[in-house]
């Protein structure tokens, strides 16, 4: 399913709102019940039904419609404001962007008890912020690692938001709650590996555990929690907070970010086994990477803004694109034939289904810089 695309440097076109009577229901296809004018209308591009009336508008975002892809985004508040932001407990703001309207939305609430306090700035690192750590598996987004006030483990449990209910929900909790630890997905199954409890442990610097998504999805109960798996043979990769990237049944990663010397690790899935990376994959692993659909790997070079995927009969990264603009990259995210990029708190799409890649910028909400973004379906509306 690809996303749909919205090119925010221009605002979206103003259309007429059709009149209709108060009271009664108009069908969504004259002469057709309206499942089988659902059905009908499914066939159709979202952005061609958003423009021609209210009915088929709200149709999309009903949860009877096969969702379009969207963008979900952890928003800190920008310099200008951070004085601000700093006095909050809580700094980090979770948005929906529509590419079909091309609009914001906020996500619904996180749960009060035990309310959530994730701190992206401290006094003691001015140069520096501290890591927010999520994944998206299974149309979810997930929240996992981050730091409190006082260095401490911010998350006990997963934090689960879901778009189809517009609803969060606390997974099992942590065998051992993290920080600075390497976070990851695979077919339904999420991954926490490495990094410093509330304080370094060697113990918890090797540990790798499990969670099946898909399970408690399922079944709806805590007591599909976390499992162990195989550990790693150091605690090398417990220096930096880390994306652990699913492809193709393997977990793959690296112990630090950034276009400088590093180690590489693989986990085959189903073996409960670690590897060391293949040379030419570390190589060129010089920026943040992602899996589209956990079959195709990107990376970009934070150096050089250049957008590469990887060829795992030959071990190289082959060139796809190349901008200035996505000089710095700190996160991507993949799905729908779309490469998403944070670079410098904004936004920017590339197109690589496309014959010839293109790129564009999504314009952020006013005073917030990203943080970190996912491709997840699109919310559904609320009755």
Partial sequence: MAMAEAETSRSPSKRTK?????GQHQPLLPGLPDHIAQVCLSLVHPSVLFSVCNSWRRLIYSSSFPPFLSLYALFSSSSSTSASASSSSNSIHFYNFDPISSNWHPLPSTPPDPPLRLFRSHPSFISRSLPIQSVSESGNL???????????????????FDPAARDWAFGPPLTTPRRWCAVGALSGV???????????????????EKWDLSKWKKYQVNSNGW?????LRDGRFSRDA??????????????VKGDTAKEGAV???????????PEGMIAGWRGPVAAMDEDVMYVVDEAKG????????????EYVFESERLRGADQIAAGGGRVCVVCGGGIFVVDVSAATPRLWAVETPPGL?????HILPRMSHAD
């Fill in 18 to 22: 059709p009149s209709r009577k108060d």
């Fill in 142 to 160: 997930i929240l996992l690692a981050a730091t409190t006030h006082n260095f401490f483990p911010a998350l006990s449990r997963p934090l689960v």
């Fill in 190 to 208: 999420v991954y926490v590996a490495s990094g410093i409890g509330s304080h370094f442990s060697i113990d918890v610097a090797r540990s790798v």
């Fill in 227 to 231: 499992e162990k798996v195989s550990g």
């Fill in 242 to 255: 880390i994306d652990a990237v699913g492809w193709r049944g393997m977990l793959c990663m690296v112990n």
């Fill in 267 to 277: 986990y085959d899935v189903e073996k409960d086994t670690w590897q060391d990376m």
């Fill in 306 to 317: 250049a957008l590469r995927r990887y060829d795992p009969n030959k071990d190289v990264w």
């Fill in 369 to 373: 810089e990203a943080v970190a973004i």
